[in-house]
């Protein structure tokens, strides 16, 4: 057996210790959530049950959780289609160079490093000057485009820039129309990619705070009622929410996950089987 060196030692208690300090705070968060019905914020822990999780299906006497958390979803899955559609409409214009494509390009990339909580105060001086009511699904969707579209579009650039024409020009000289070249030919090959673009939309979307801030109205996305909880809510059941929300921020990391292998796997067999009929 091939001896390790010192170095490799120090660099797995580096990355142990990353690895702790990534998922200490949720792992806390998710072990005080079992706490007992006289369970405080703290450790140590008063008894260990489930009672703080059944205490968030009964009604609350603060907030709107369950009201917040379908706002959120709704709100990920409009963002997660825009950017879907935009970012792909977007690679397939910078596919060509075209005038100010450059300047286009720096600029979208501009909101990403523009403070999130000016771009939240900037969309909702636009709306507020414009006499349109702020409010989640549309000044709220407005701001968080400006974070979700850059990754999406910076992604798709990506793709494309490896991506390999001659599939096109084969199905061209087969007769298709650039409509049929796109959707038989295109679509499949980024299929996997943009998978990844929709769950960056909406796990950016579903988590997002700062831009949502002023631009959310008179009704909170799940983010922010959790930060008002924050302020009053003295019993573990906020935490109890928090992992809740991170379970399901992790199956649905899942979904999209298992979402590529099938589209791979699917994908190769259809080689497969033109290979064969070949």
């Not at 998978?195 to 109205?217: C, K, M, N, P, W």
Request: zero cysteines.
């Amino acid at each position: 057996m091939e001896k390790r060196s010192p170095g490799f030692y120090l660099l797995t208690a580096f990355f142990a210790l990353f690895i702790l300090f990534l998922y200490g705070p949720t792992l806390t968060i998710g072990i005080l959530s079992f706490q007992g019905p006289e369970g405080g914020l703290t450790f140590p822990m008063r008894g260990v049950s489930t009672y703080w999780f059944h205490d968030l299906f009964r009604e609350q006497a603060v907030g709107d959780i369950w009201g917040a958390f379908a706002r959120s979803l709704i709100l990920g899955l409009m963002v997660m289609v825009t950017t879907v559609v935009v970012s792909v409409m977007g690679g397939l214009a910078f596919r060509k160079r075209f005038h100010g494509s450059g300047a286009l390009f720096y600029l979208i990339i501009a909101s990403l490093v523009i403070p999130s909580i000016l771009v939240s105060l900037g969309v909702g001086l636009i709306f507020s000057q414009a006499g349109w009511k702020i409010h989640w699904a549309t000044s709220g969707f407005g701001a968080q485009l400006t974070w979700t579209l850059p990754f999406g579009l910076l992604i798709m650039f990506a793709v494309f820039n490896r991506f390999d024409k001659s599939f096109e020009e084969a199905a061209r000289d087969q007769g298709a129309s650039n409509w049929q070249t796109f959707r038989h030919v295109v679509l499949p090959i980024i299929a996997p990619s943009l998978i990844g673009v929709a769950l960056f939309g909406f796990t950016l979307s579903y988590d997002e705070f700062a831009r949502t801030l002023l631009t959310a109205g008179s009704y909170n996305t799940l983010p922010l009622e959790i930060f008002g909880m924050t302020t009053n809510v003295t019993t573990p059941v906020i935490y109890a929410l928090g992992t809740l929300t991170t379970a399901f921020s992790f199956l649905i990391i899942a979904v999209f996950m298992v979402s590529v292998i099938v589209v791979n796997r699917r994908r190769a067999r259809h080689g497969s089987d033109a290979g064969k009929g070949i």
